[in-house]
């Protein structure tokens, strides 16, 4: 079971980043597996960038729809029995296919996702964004098994995918995965997580760009509250049963 696997990037304006992700995905050790690109409506040549330099991946190009309908073109032009999602600012390590998929093959879950992981900082502004909160975090409610799994490090089976419906459109920027993972487990699936399925996943490249997409994911939580009012307090907090882990580096500091 779990013998083919599609691994999905979905991109846009990323012909500075995709190539890093796509050279990181022909580098994993694992050789089952299709790589489809999605380019939701690029105006900086990304499309053409791929096409060009990685004709081994099969191109998908959309007219900008956002990100849950690139993700879902992505499925419908798959042939996987599982669903490997990722972004264009990631470089999976050489064995994140082979990971996910042991953690597929006992049967218990139908959604599994690793820890993304930020590369060493290249620059001062870098480093700033990359300690700050508000990274895409997992919710686990045990050592194995999560409630929340971050899309950019998502697989989950075509079965269950197709049974839920896949991602809303609604969502174009963020808060896809949130309601994608709440939908699964509503639904009785499960989600497991592998620690050793990791991701690079390079931050923000500046303030101003980590300021936006931090407003991006406030949107989100508003369509979040409105799709699922029952999962927030009065207050507009999440409700989770799980703990938040980010999977950062952590930091120890003493003295006399």
Request: hydrophobic letters at 40%; glycine letters at 10%; aromatic letters at 10%.
């Amino acid at each position: 079971i779990r013998d083919s696997f599609s691994v999905i990037i979905c991109t846009r304006n990323g012909v500075d980043r995709i190539g890093h992700c796509l050279r990181a995905v022909q580098r994993m050790t694992d050789c089952c597996f299709e790589t489809i690109v999605v380019d939701d409506g690029s105006v900086d040549g990304t499309a053409d960038h791929v096409a060009k330099e990685f004709p081994w991946a099969k191109l998908v190009r959309l007219p900008h729809g956002g990100l849950s309908v690139a993700r879902n073109a992505g499925a419908a032009a798959s042939s996987g029995e599982v669903l490997a999602f990722t972004d264009d600012d990631c470089e999976p390590d050489l064995e994140w296919v082979t990971r996910l998929r042991r953690a597929f093959e006992d049967g218990r879950f139908q959604a599994v996702g690793g820890p993304n992981l930020p590369p060493p900082a290249r620059f001062l502004a870098e480093a700033v964004v990359s300690a700050a909160p508000g990274a895409p975090s997992h919710v686990m409610l045990d050592d194995e098994e999560a409630e929340h799994l971050p899309g950019c490090n998502l697989a989950v089976t075509r079965k269950a995918f197709e049974e839920i419906g896949g991602f809303d459109a609604i969502f174009h920027t963020a808060g896809d995965d949130v309601d994608f993972c709440w939908r699964l487990r509503t639904a009785g699936f499960r989600l497991g997580f592998a620690p050793g399925a990791f991701v690079w996943h390079w931050r923000r490249p500046s303030l101003r760009s980590f300021l936006r997409q931090q407003r991006g994911y406030g949107e989100a939580e508003r369509l979040l509250l409105d799709r699922h009012p029952q999962r927030f307090t009065p207050n507009g907090d999440a409700i989770w049963n799980g703990f938040v882990y980010n999977g950062g580096p952590l930091r120890v500091t003493g003295g006399c």
